[in-house]
Structures are given as C-alpha cells and as structure tokens.
C-alpha cells in the first residue's frame, strides 16, 4: 500500500505529513528528487535530493523516475528505487506530490494507492495560510492562489477529501482512513482463517 497527499500550496500539506509521520511509525516518508535549491532549515536527504538540471536529466533517462513533473518552475521525481525500498521494507510509502505526479501515480498504482486530497477550509483561510507562513512575497501568493483553482480541479480523482480546518481532527480522520484500509481484502494476500 503508498499513500498520496495532494492539495494546494498552503492547505497544509507539509504541516499534516510532519504530523502524520511522527504518529504512524509504518508510514514513510518518500523523498523525491529536486532541481529546486536548498531552502534554509531544509537538509540533503531529508525533505529532497537536491540534484541540478543536468544529473536530473541523467535520471530520466536512467529510467530512474515513477514519475516527474514541473512544479512552480522547477523539476520534481519520485526514484523508483526509493519505493521499491520502503515496500519491501514493510513500510506505507507517502507520497507528497503535485496533482500532476498525483494523477500519474494514481493511473500508475490502482488501488495499491491510497490518494487523499487536503483542501483549505476556504479560499480567505488559503490565503491568510499563505501570508501567514511568510514564505512568499506578495507576488508568489497571488500566484499561487491562481494556482489553487487549477489544483482543485485535480481532486475528483482522489479517493478522500480531508478538509484541514482543525489539524487534530484532519489527522483522526487520516488514521481512520488508514486503519480502514489496511483492513480491505485486497491488502491480504491470504485469509487471516480458513
Ligand atoms: P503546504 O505544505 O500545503 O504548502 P503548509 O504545511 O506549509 O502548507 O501550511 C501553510 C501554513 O498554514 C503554515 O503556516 C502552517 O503552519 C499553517 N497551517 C497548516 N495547517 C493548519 C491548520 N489546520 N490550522 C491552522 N494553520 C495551519
Ligand atoms: P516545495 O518545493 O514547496 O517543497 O514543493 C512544491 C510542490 O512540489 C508541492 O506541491 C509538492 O507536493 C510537489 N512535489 C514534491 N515532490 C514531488 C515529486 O516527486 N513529484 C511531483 N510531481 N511533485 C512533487
């Protein structure tokens, strides 16, 4: 089972994995693979592999990508074998990726992946997530709120909505979700009794 989390920049993505990661110890963290350059407080590794445009395109055409797409002027992929990895380790890969790479999977998977889409409570509340995060300037909100509208439309072809208004509540129902999942026929492949 791999886990996608999709929705808009300032929904609170990054805010609900962190959270979600320290409380479901088989659930992992997928990290992809950036042409983008390191932010502070950010570490090779951890939140990225940091690449540039040329040992990006050294992986493409290693074939080294379950997926890849442009993201906000820069390239982002998810490795192949970072997956294979985390599967044969036991563990939930989580995937944090754009409704792009998130569709992509979603065809890629079936019902392997488990998609989940957090929507912001309002587009007001967007916005003041986004200023309030003091990240970008105002130019880089407004495109983003552009965005947004763009992304949403993505969502219908994920299997669950959260609405993150209150994050405790968000994550119980993400736990209910997955609980509910890992209880589904088809991740056994036996009967617990015969
Ligand atoms: P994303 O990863 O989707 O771009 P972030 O996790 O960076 O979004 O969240 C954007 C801002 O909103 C951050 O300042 C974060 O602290 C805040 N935030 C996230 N979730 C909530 C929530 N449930 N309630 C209030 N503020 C939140
Ligand atoms: P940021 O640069 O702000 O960390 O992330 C920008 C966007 O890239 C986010 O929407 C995130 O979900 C998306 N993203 C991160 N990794 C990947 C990836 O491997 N593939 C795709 N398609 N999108 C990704």
Redesign the pocket.
């Known amino acids: 089972m791999l886990l996608l989390i999709s ?10 994995t962190q959270a979600l990661l320290e409380s479901a110890e088989d659930v992992e963290f997928s990290v992809s693979t950036t042409t983008r350059k390191i932010r502070g407080g950010e570490e090779e590794g951890v939140q990225y592999n940091f690449v540039d445009d040329a040992e990006f395109d050294d992986l493409i055409a290693a074939d080294a990508f379950v997926e890849y797409a442009d993201v906000h002027k820069f390239r982002y992929g998810t490795r192949k074998e970072h997956i294979a990895k985390m599967v044969g380790a036991g563990k939930i890969p989580l995937l ?1 990726l754009d409704v792009q790479g998130g569709h992509n999977v979603i065809d890629i998977y079936g019902d392997e992946l488990v998609s989940v889409f ?1 929507y912001p409570p309002s587009w007001e509340v967007l916005e003041q ?2 200023r ?2 003091g990240t970008d300037s105002d130019e880089v909100i407004q495109t983003r709120m552009e965005n947004a509208r763009w992304e949403i439309s993505f969502a219908e072809k994920y299997d669950y909505f959260i609405l ?4 405790d509540k ?1 994550l119980v129902k993400m736990k209910a979700i997955l609980i509910a999942e890992r209880c589904r026929r088809i991740r056994h492949s036996e009967f617990p009794l015969k």
């Open positions: 929705g808009p920049s300032g929904a609170g993505k990054s805010t609900f944090d957090i997530r986004l309030g995060r993150n208004d209150d994050l968000a």
